[in-house]
């Protein structure tokens, strides 16, 4: 009888936990048998002939033996196919063919050559690995850059099962993987320039006001207008993400299996475009035995793009009430509960009308007033209520399209945007986030201000939530205007950003 153990990990939501493979081996009337325990799904039993074929075709041999694998601990379910290499050197170790795991972590698929396949979220694998104090990390070549940021684990990337078996015995021969480079001089400049968009001056000075604050923004326009162009140019106007940010954000995209094969940690702020026949659980994540992230979290540090706002199901549009107002989604199963982040900017662009011209001085509208109601409807007032900015992107007039003049360029605004954002970090907090019960100190009005705010609230019927997100766009223009102060003037720009829903909703 020979028993064996070694380590591997389990994702959870976006974190990993640590998870001990025990392999027991003895001789049974039943030659061969392989059973696993410990709540496996299909995925991991069916990792029997996996392990089978690769310690056979890498020169190790299969022992006459019957072998019991438990995965403890015994009540959480194991999905995917990560646990291939340790169960594998768990077995050798029953062997006798290794010793001496108790300072590794394995994770890793294994194909039936032996050579070893990527996995998901190793970024939380290796977190998982230093916090609990475990010294080396051994892994898929292909995910050791990403998980190579992580300090206090030595993170071995590996192709093959006999390069594991050899790394174990001899581990001195071996260098641990390097971390990339992820300093803000490796940022690649963005294909997608502001200075490409002919005219729409004041759609480009509130999305520059957006940028600046992580506001959430409703534009509104005919079709061709330019609605789609401004929002693609709006992520190359954010800043870089930093360490943490990065951190988090690489760790959602390498569970949903986003990350390019060697990729390490990510720089760019996501941008996701779903489209508007998504799923509710597409968007919110979910899906069958533990949950995985949605669009929502995938566009976590980043932005959300959803075109043709009112064609997605109201049903799913109104799932996007709890990330917008908490930056994070809970989804309940039988078994577990999991939070993801998602703290993202929300970006929709919308027609006025099914056909597209309504308002339009150019064109005619071929909408009955029931059908445009109708439309509009489909964007509730509670949904609305969590977006600060709403602005009209009409359609460019031909001089201004055919025009030689220079535009500002996104580098050019980026420098506005970066100052703006260091202001608000060293208040601890983007002003889009800025908990309650700082407004009133970090949003103080004088005299004139309190007028221009108490007016607007009484002549445009707004909303407590309305009021508070005015403050805060208004505390944006004016950190872009380098003021201490919140003037009225800023109050007037940040009033003008919630009138144009009153215009078609009223």
């Not at 109201?314 to 989804?331: A, G, K, Y």
Request: hydrophobic share 45%; with cysteine.
């Amino acid at each position: 009888m020979a028993l064996f153990k070694t380590r591997s990990a389990a994702v959870y939501g976006i974190d990993a936990h640590l998870i001990d493979v025990e392999v027991d081996m003895y001789k049974s009337g039943a030659a061969r048998d392989f059973i696993t325990v410990g709540m496996p799904d299909t995925a991991v039993r069916e990792s029997r002939e996996r392990i089978k074929s690769a310690l056979i075709n890498s020169g190790f041999g299969y022992p006459n033996k019957a072998v019991t694998i438990n995965l403890a601990p015994a009540n959480v379910r194991k999905e995917g196919a990560g646990f291939d290499l340790p169960m594998a050197i768990g077995i050798l170790g029953a062997m006798g063919a290794v010793s001496g795991v108790d300072q590794h972590l394995l994770v890793g698929e294994l194909s039936l050559d032996g050579s070893i396949r990527p996995v998901r979220g190793a970024l939380s694998v290796a977190v998982c690995a230093a916090r609990q104090g475990i010294a080396n990390l051994i892994l898929p070549w292909d995910n050791a850059a990403e998980a190579a940021v992580v300090e206090g684990v030595r993170v071995f990337g590996v192709r093959h099962l006999a390069e594991v078996v050899a790394l174990i015995a001899r581990p001195e021969t071996f260098s641990p993987a390097v971390p990339p480079d992820v300093s803000d001089a490796t940022r690649e400049a963005s294909a997608f320039d502001f200075q490409d968009v002919k005219g729409q001056g004041t759609a480009k000075r509130a999305l520059q006001v957006a940028a600046a604050g992580g506001h959430n923004v409703l534009m509104i326009g005919p079709p061709g207008s330019g609605k789609t162009m401004l929002a693609k140019r709006l992520a190359g106007v954010l800043p870089a993400l930093t360490f943490a940010e990065g951190i988090e954000t690489t760790k959602i995209h390498s569970i949903a299996g986003l990350l390019p094969a060697g990729s390490g940690l990510l720089r760019e702020r996501p941008f996701r475009e779903p489209h508007h026949t998504i799923s509710d659980a597409a968007l919110i994540g979910g899906g069958s035995g533990a949950p995985r992230p949605g669009e929502v979290s995938l566009a976590h540090n980043g932005l959300l793009f959803l075109d043709e706002f009112p064609e997605f199901p109201r049903n799913v549009l109104e799932l996007l009430r709890q990330p917008l107002e908490d930056s994070s989604v809970t989804i309940a199963r039988a078994n577990m509960t999991l939070s993801f982040p998602s703290n993202f900017m929300l970006v929709a662009a919308m027609n006025p009308c099914p056909c597209g011209f309504y308002g339009d001085t150019t064109r005619e509208c071929r909408c009955t007033p029931a059908i445009i109601q109708r439309y509009l409807a489909k964007i509730s007032g509670p949904l609305l209520d969590r977006i600060d900015i709403h602005i009209e992107v009409p359609a460019v007039p031909y001089r201004e399209l055919r025009s030689n003049g220079a535009t500002e360029s996104s580098a050019a605004i980026r420098v506005r945007v970066d100052r703006a954002r260091a202001v608000q970090q060293a208040r601890g907090h983007y002003n889009a986030r800025m908990p309650a019960r700082l407004i009133r100190k970090q949003c103080a009005l004088d005299e004139a201000g309190e007028r221009t705010l108490e007016m607007a609230v009484r002549k445009m019927g707004l909303s407590a939530r309305a009021h508070d997100r005015i403050l805060k766009v208004a505390r944006t223009i004016a950190d872009l205007d380098e003021s201490a102060c919140v003037t009225a003037k800023h109050l007037a720009e940040a009033v003008q950003y919630r009138s144009l829903d009153r215009n078609y909703w009223t």
